[in-house]
């Protein structure tokens, strides 16, 4: 069967040559490819050399970008966007006309295509660099994709794996504003996550904006205490930014001021917690005071974390906790 496939795909990408007397059968093949229920990773490297030569002769096919979105649809369309824990031995002919190949494609507006596209470029999970660069030219379509699209659950998981791998850099200049829509719109859950230490770095670079400080579902804020807990970042991986604190404070966002303290102070657990940051300690004061609950909330979150060894919340919190606790005696009538 192999020696069939590769004798058929010869046959192809000669075809596709304009000036080849069978070109204006290859509309007519691939149609038919793409009804056929045998499916390969063979085929699906073989469709996708397919799609890289029929990018460089695009401009001689009628409905051309109809026709560069099926051998997208044969080779990828039948794949599992599931592959958590398990690696692809594909190994993709790539093109020189990746931009032209992303106008066509998201152009299209056509949701199961782009799926098609983004799985074709996140498959060779093990070419990292080179799958990071072919997405990059995907952010300013990805951005806006769910005001245009109507996401389906595979194309959900693909754009929220392609986000992954673009991490927060990836999306700078396109606007956080913008960034902040398009995740708040996919609502990514742990489960969808498939490296939780990136969301977590990606998370917390997103907060360095005013912007997404702001309008940043609480969501994220709670997914990021549970990132937390589950894989807490590093000393050099995270360094405290006073101006979250500051602006959720003089905002008085309580439920992301609260989600945002449980995540400091369980990433000092690790490492040193006798001192505090003065507006950290401020904010955590102000806290307590306008919810008593949320020092009880703080401690079962430590209890969590802690996994049956670190049970208790250190000295500090419970300082501060008592002097919330006085401060709002002093407020009663």
Excluded at 19 to 46: D, K
Excluded at 191 to 198: A, E, M, S, V, Y
Excluded at 203 to 210: C, F
Aim: glycine share 4%; charged share 25%; hydrophobic share 40%.
């Amino acid at each position: 069967m192999k020696q069939i496939l590769r004798q058929l795909s010869e046959s192809i990408i000669s075809a596709i040559d304009p000036i080849h007397e069978r070109h204006v059968l290859v509309p007519y093949v691939l149609g038919a490819l793409a009804r056929w229920e045998i499916r390969s990773h063979h085929l699906t490297e073989m469709a996708y050399e397919w799609c890289s030569v029929m990018c460089e002769n695009l401009r001689f096919f009628k409905d051309r970008e109809s026709l560069l979105l099926l051998p997208l649809e044969i080779g990828f369309r039948h794949l599992d966007t599931d592959t958590r824990g398990r690696r692809t031995d594909f190994l993709l002919t790539h093109t020189e006309h990746h931009r032209g190949l992303v106008d066509v494609v998201f152009g299209s507006n056509d949701g199961e295509a782009i799926a098609d596209l983004l799985h074709a470029w996140t498959a060779e999970q093990q070419y990292y660099f080179r799958t990071h660069a072919l997405l990059d030219i995907c952010t300013e379509h990805l951005v806006d994709l769910h005001n245009r699209v109507s996401f389906s659950p595979r194309l959900r998981r693909l754009v929220i794996h392609s986000v992954e791998v673009l991490n927060y850099n990836g999306f700078e200049e396109v606007g956080m504003g913008r960034f902040v829509g398009l995740l708040n719109h996919l609502h990514v859950t742990f489960k969808d996550t498939k490296n939780p230490l990136r969301w977590t770095m990606l998370l917390l670079d997103t907060l360095r904006s005013s912007e997404a400080i702001q309008h940043l579902s609480l969501y994220y804020w709670e997914l990021l205490v549970e990132l937390t807990i589950l894989i807490p970042p590093s000393r050099n991986q995270l360094s405290y930014n006073p101006q979250i604190t500051i602006s959720l404070t003089e905002a008085q966002e309580w439920d992301k001021l609260e989600c945002w303290i449980k995540t400091i102070c369980i990433v000092w657990l690790s490492w040193d917690v006798r001192t505090m940051e003065e507006d950290l300690e401020r904010a955590m004061l102000m806290l307590f005071r306008k919810r008593p609950g949320a020092f009880q909330g703080l401690k079962t979150w430590v209890e969590r974390w802690g996994g049956g060894w670190y049970n208790d919340v250190p000295e500090i919190f419970k300082r501060i906790r008592n002097q919330a606790s006085e401060a709002a005696q002093q407020d009663l009538p």
